[in-house]
């Protein structure tokens, strides 16, 4: 896998290890769109022609029939009109069930019904598929036309000429009941499991807000340190101006006063992020330098952690240096609870204007739907912040291995 990109989630990684736009993904998904529907309108075609061809052998010849009733020329128009409706069985599924029954109805009350499958076979197409495209209250509907068709048929169906007969006929409708249930559960499971989907969705973009949130108070908490040591600083100076420093003192006094003013601005902006029911943070933000600290707690853990620094280590901003701690620890947190992993490496590599944070271990590879998991969402967004790039999935000798290119500059 190369290392992607995901600046606002732009691209993504395919299941290969290649890139993929999102603009690119939307246009393979409008192509398949285009291609299922060119393939269900062909798929209807030929079921309609397979019907059409059946009901016509059946009306004209006899074949597949037990017995017809009334002119061929009757028989086979209503077969043909209630066939070709089978075209409109998934833009208008009521209207096609609603003509094939009605076609076949009509045709069985002037004259009589006949027995074969140019009967069966198209009121059970017609019931599977406006159960299966409908909502329950009109696949309903759609339901009691067949079971009015089925009614139609077994009283006049010539050979049944008692209750008993009527009531052994009917069971050959059980088919169409049938398809029907077949429908209506197929479209259930399928709008249970597009719930399941909107349902991951929507806990990501919960999760990805809850970590914007979380990276903007750390944020804020960082920028007001510095804001705060610029006003100490800017007050110090001022008193240890000269009486006739005077235009000195006020550009100082304006900075001391700005500064204190912004700080108050900070402090309200973080309380309109934080938690009503969470105490705030008093500790300062964590470091790279802390780093030690964090990895002796995942050795008591059980876990070996090795870390390693390449490169001439360079300051980096307290931002950066707090994003760099914070993917190293999810990192290490995922491997203690998800990896089953004895060792971990932690390799942090500096090189002229970029930090590579590099997390392996010897674990159990990638779990299922990995991309999709809050904490590497969190990642992510961490590392979007800085314009940077973040790959994870199998490590070179196995395991899982997360890698982060931080620019050390603007982007």
């Not at 076979?121 to 406006?130: K, M």
Request: charged share 25%.
């Amino acid at each position: 896998m190369r290392v992607v990109r995901d600046s606002d989630f732009g691209v993504r990684p395919s299941g290969d290890g290649t890139v993929v736009r999102k603009e690119d993904a939307s246009r393979g998904r409008s192509r398949y769109r285009r291609r299922v529907s060119k393939r269900s309108v062909a798929f209807d075609v030929v079921v309609a022609m397979a019907a059409f061809a059946t009901g016509q052998a059946e009306a004209w010849n006899g074949a597949f029939a037990t017995h017809r009733q009334g002119p061929h020329w009757a028989q086979a128009v209503a077969y043909g009109i209630a066939s070709l409706a089978l075209l409109a069985r998934r833009r208008r599924p009521l209207a096609c069930v609603a003509v094939v029954c009605g076609s076949l109805a009509a045709e069985f009350l002037v004259v009589g019904a006949p027995e074969g499958m140019g009967v069966l076979v198209t009121p059970l197409i017609a019931a599977y598929s406006v159960a299966n495209r409908e909502d329950r209250p009109t696949a309903l509907r759609g339901l009691g036309m067949v079971v009015g068709l089925g009614a139609v048929w077994v009283t006049r169906d010539p050979v049944t000429v008692d209750l008993r007969s009527r009531v052994q006929a009917a069971v050959w409708t059980s088919p169409w009941i049938i398809a029907w249930l077949l429908g209506a559960y197929l479209r259930a499971r399928r709008l249970y499991l597009q719930g399941l989907v909107r349902e991951r969705e929507e806990r990501a973009q919960s999760a990805v807000a809850e970590e914007r949130n979380r990276i903007a108070r750390e944020l804020h908490d960082v920028i007001g340190h510095s804001v705060s040591v610029m006003t100490v600083q800017a007050s110090a100076v001022r008193r240890l101006m000269r009486q006739d420093q005077a235009k000195e003192r006020a550009a100082l006094e304006t900075v001391e006063a700005t500064g204190r003013a912004a700080l108050t601005e900070m402090r309200r902006m973080v309380g309109v992020l934080r938690d009503a029911n969470s105490a705030p943070d008093l500790q300062p933000p964590p470091t790279l330098d802390q780093l030690d600290r964090l990895i002796e707690g995942c050795r008591r853990a059980g876990l070996v952690v090795e870390l390693r620094c390449e490169g001439d280590r360079v300051p980096l901003a307290a931002g950066l240096d707090l994003t760099a701690y914070r993917l190293v620890q999810e990192a290490l947190t995922n491997t203690l609870r998800h990896a089953r992993a004895s060792r971990a490496d932690v390799v942090l590599t500096y090189s002229g204007d970029s930090l590579a944070v590099r997390v392996t271990d010897d674990g159990a590879g990638p779990p299922p739907n990995a991309e999709s998991g809050n904490g590497l969402l969190g990642m992510r967004e961490r590392v979007n912040v800085y314009g940077g790039d973040l790959r994870v999935g199998p490590g070179p000798n196995g395991g899982f291995e997360v890698l982060a290119d931080l620019p050390l500059g603007e982007r």
